[in-house]
């Protein structure tokens, strides 16, 4: 079975090193990064590496953009979120 690609979209540092722990310790679903903020995930999510993301763990709870502000600026087709 392929790895599932994925990334984090948080605003707080431990809350990442928390879920990169989960991530990390499952044979079937891969960390390509994780953001800060959701703009620079947009901007990630464009890109060609990007379009290979397939899990979105999500902040729902972030300055700037929401999680839900972020899952309407995003084309969201053959991508699960995962709100946290």
């Known amino acids: 079975m392929a790895r599932m690609t994925c990334i984090i979209v948080d605003d707080d540092v431990f809350s990442t090193k928390i879920m ?29 590496e990007g379009r290979s993301v397939g899990i979105i763990f999500l902040d729902i709870e972030m300055p700037e953009m929401s999680g839900i502000e972020f899952m309407r600026a995003i084309d969201l087709a053959g991508k699960e979120v995962v709100i946290y």
């Open 20 to 48: 990169s722990g989960y991530i990390s310790r499952t044979n079937d679903v891969c960390l390509i990064q994780a953001f800060s903020n959701a703009i620079d995930a947009i901007n990630f999510l464009s890109s060609n």
